[in-house]
């Protein structure tokens, strides 16, 4: 993590220089120089940081060069990730410190780009990370817009082809393409005689011949020549893929990348010590490959998609706090399943804890200008799986409704969703996670609702949001069947696709194009085509069609033991969190002028302050105690809201405690992993 780095005391990252030095000189002795080749650096938002780490490798790699001179040691090589959205906008300013670190620490003899490329290997970019802080789709664009503006900047150094990008896309709800499908390549349409004789009922015979070639394009870890990390989700399924198809996987893997790093290095050229007409030719073909085609109006959708999925996990800054809370709530009471981290490291607050503790509370509330306190892998297990919001299509229905409304002069709205905004959405994707997941009766959310004031805006807008599916799914399902390339106009009557042509589809297609995509009972469906349908194609529909039931039974049975401990914390924290905003924001100072003295802590606070610095909600209620017992010192009549919110912060504290039994948390677990396993998404 950074904050090891800028920590004031420095044993820590001392340690760590040593260790890997150490390692690979042992190893280096006998015959492996390179056992640890590089380090990455989490939370990357400071160059300095990185200058210092690699000052301490170089020093120690000298150090044991200069008593064993013979010693094959190469450069441990830092990698920077970013998680944050203004860290990755701000990517050329953080690289163009590390390259004048660079001209000033090489060798006399040595060039600037090799002294990086000794610095820097590669570029980690957390999608899933982006996709919480401003929504799937404005992630992914975020993530293409950097690529662009980093592979501009190293065909100028002369480094393109010498350093890679890379991108986290490990968790299954946010489909950032990292996972892997069974279905990529497929026919779309069943070859049958039934499905002949549906089609001689329904279609033209230029479109009959147009099934015979429909395909399912490419999608997931087949998509695209990105390098991206085999994490989560898709390791699961790659660990039990047959060996046949698992090596034309990463065959196919390999040639695809090799041949988009070719392209990249091919556009880069022409931009350095190159004539005007061939560099404007270099840089658009440099935004071909990265950003694709950059269209105004998408760039617009993509801000409303924003707003509008902030807001209703955030909040705005009126409401102090959104959704979000619930599920943070969800996931410290979670037993963790993986060995990664839940919660969000704090960033930690430099100088005396007593003169920052505004500057600690600022940080984390309003929500709305903060954003998560969870890890990508507690975000969408709590927000998806548990309370069921579909977190890959929050906001996205509402953002699609205001921007409907807008008047333009290119055409009219939804000709322009159809033609310029769903063409860059992942169809197949929203519809299927959105079937299984989503709870449309948001029956648990509900029974929160009473923990917050009333008349907050995160509420009202995800109502809306849920409101505008039925008036846009089918454009998605128009558009996820276009991308098969048919003439979708021949499959749909009065804005329905046509039931009788469904047995003629692939299950896992049909289910998601179906009338009511939130069906779940066969009957229903049968009851709207005509004739006898395929029995293996019924067995595989009816598989399909239970899976947001077996989700809803189990999601019941979590919420049996989550209610109450997440009801009473969600309750505490929205109480406390609206009381330190109003009077933290109408405080004229960002310091106060002295620490409290002599507090009297309870058992609780008492401990919480000697909790572990690196979680933002010990440091926030730390602090929050803190500056209320400041506040109300020397007062004769202490505020009621005063008094309430430093029982809320003692109530809270108890998070640390675990609400549920041993027996509890098995079960727990138990529900959770057989949620992961009927919608295929283990890891």
């Known amino acids: 993590h950074q904050k090891m780095i800028t920590a004031q005391d420095q044993f820590a990252i001392d340690t760590t220089v040593h260790n890997i030095n150490e390692i690979n000189e042992i190893s280096g002795k006998y015959g492996n120089p390179a056992m640890v080749m590089a380090l990455q650096v989490s939370m990357s938002t400071k160059p300095e940081a990185l200058i210092s780490l690699d000052r301490k490798m170089r020093a120690r790699r000298e150090q044991i060069l200069r008593e064993s001179q013979d010693l094959e040691l190469p450069y441990v090589w830092l990698i920077p990730l970013f998680e944050d959205i203004d860290a990755v906008k701000n990517l050329k300013n953080y690289l163009n410190k590390i390259w004048e670190y660079a001209l ?272 990508a892998i507690s975000h969408n297990q709590s927000q998806t799986a548990v309370l069921g919001i579909n977190q890959l299509t929050t906001g996205l229905f509402r953002a699609l409704d205001i921007f409907s409304q807008k008047q333009f002069a290119e055409g009219s709205a939804l000709s322009l969703i159809e033609e310029r905004i769903l063409p860059n959405l992942p169809v197949y994707e929203i519809l299927h996670s959105l079937r299984i997941y989503h709870d449309v009766n948001l029956v648990y959310l509900n029974r929160l609702e009473k923990a917050f004031p009333a008349g907050n805006s995160a509420f009202l807008a995800l109502r809306e949001d849920i409101d505008a599916i039925g008036k846009y799914l089918i454009l998605f399902q128009r558009e996820l069947l276009r991308r098969h390339g048919l003439n979708v106009n021949d499959f749909f009557e009065s804005d329905k696709f046509i039931s009788d042509l469904l047995p003629t589809l692939r299950p896992d297609i049909a289910v998601l194009l179906q009338p009511n995509i939130f069906n779940t009972n066969v009957d229903s469906l049968l009851a709207s085509i005509d004739g006898n349908v395929d029995s293996g194609w019924l067995n595989e529909m009816k598989k399909l069609l239970t899976v947001p039931d077996e989700i809803n039974l189990w999601r019941a049975k979590i919420w049996t033991l989550l209610e109450e401990p997440v009801y009473q914390r969600v309750a505490s924290f929205v109480e406390l969190a609206i009381a330190l905003y109003s009077l933290s924001s109408g405080s004229q100072s960002k310091e106060l002028a002295f620490a409290p003295k002599k507090l009297k802590l309870s058992h609780g606070i008492s401990d919480l302050m000697k909790l572990s610095q690196d979680d933002n909600m010990h440091q926030f209620l730390a602090a929050a105690f803190e500056y209320l017992s400041t506040v109300t010192e020397g007062m004769i009549e202490v505020p009621i809201n005063i008094v309430r919110a430093l029982k809320e912060v003692e109530r809270i504290v108890k998070i640390e405690e675990q609400a549920l039994s041993v027996k509890q948390q098995d079960l727990l677990r138990f529900y959770l992993l057989q949620i992961a396993r009927v919608a295929g998404d283990n890891g």
């Not at 401003?134 to 480094?159: D, T």
């Not at 069943?190 to 011949?209: F, H």
């Not at 880069?268 to 560099?279: D, I, M, N």
Request: aromatic residues 10%; contains cysteine; positive net charge.
């Open 104 to 375: 000033q620490s090489r060798r006399i003899n040595q060039e600037t780009s090799n002294r990086f490329t000794h610095i820097i290997c590669e570029i980690f970019v957390a999608g899933s990370d982006l996709s919480q802080q401003i929504g799937q789709s404005a992630g992914m664009n975020a993530y293409k817009e950097a690529k662009h503006e980093l592979m501009y900047w190293l065909s100028e150094k002369g480094l393109i082809g010498k350093i890679r990008m890379k991108m986290g896309s490990g968790e299954p709800m946010q489909r950032q393409g990292g996972y892997y499908s069974s279905v990529a390549g497929k026919p779309a349409f069943i070859n049958s005689s039934d499905s002949l004789k549906r089609y001689s009922d329904y279609l033209k015979e230029s479109t009959k011949k147009s099934t015979e070639y429909a395909t399912t394009p490419l999608i997931g870890v087949f998509a695209g020549g990105d390098l991206r990390t085999f994490q989560s989700n898709v390791s699961e399924k790659l660990r039990y893929l047959p060996l046949v198809k698992f090596a034309q996987l990463l065959h196919h893997l390999k040639k695809s990348q090799q041949f988009y790093e070719t392209e990249i290095v091919r556009a880069g050229e022409p931009l350095v010590e190159t004539r005007l007409q061939f560099k404007t030719r270099g840089l658009k073909e440099l935004e071909r490959l990265t950003v694709g085609r950059k269209d105004n109006l998408f760039n617009e959708f993509l801000s409303i998609t924003t707003e509008n999925f902030r807001q209703i996990l955030y909040g705005r800054d009126e409401d102090v706090v959104g959704i979000h809370i619930i599920s943070y709530f969800i996931a410290r009471t979670t037993p963790p399943l993986r060995d990664r981290p839940t919660v969000r490291p704090g960033q930690g607050v430099s100088g005396n804890a007593g003169q920052k503790i505004l500057e600690k509370i600022a940080e984390t509330i309003p929500f709305s200008k903060y954003g998560s306190l969870l890890r």
